[in-house]
Nanobody, 126 residues
């Protein structure tokens, strides 16, 4: 069982930046591709980004490409999401996820992910 704990959410003005962190309890963190989803009120969970086990490959939703950066530190069992130029419509709960399957056709499927964190709230004010 892998436990994922997110941190770093908060309130930021439009155009601002935040960095989310997610620490995994599992010692075999490097066995998992790690990613982020988000869910705004009344909407479905939306894929944001994913990073491969070694960090050598990343993939982003088109809506965040060029503004968000996902990275990981396997020595610290931690994955990060650097978010720049935030928009009010990106207000959501952001979830950290883990999967053993790194296959592009599955990135956006919530069912692809074995473990989910509890989420951290990001609020972007206009």
């Amino acid at each position: 069982q892998v436990q994922l704990v997110e941190s770093g959410g908060g309130l930021v003005q439009a155009g601002g930046s935040l960095t989310l962190s997610c620490e995994a309890s599992e010692g075999t963190f490097s066995n998992y591709a790690m990613g982020w989803f988000r869910q705004a009120p009344g909407k479905e969970r939306q894929f944001v980004a994913i990073i491969s086990r070694t960090g050598g490959s990343t993939y982003y939703a088109d809506s965040v490409k060029g503004r968000f950066t996902i990275s990981r530190d396997n020595a610290k069992n931690t994955v990060y999401l650097q978010m720049n130029s935030l928009k009010p419509e990106e207000t959501a709960v952001y979830y950290c996820v883990a999967t053993r399957i790194y296959y592009s056709d599955y990135f956006r499927r919530t069912s692809n992910y074995d473990y989910w964190g509890q989420g951290t709230q990001v609020t972007v004010s206009s």
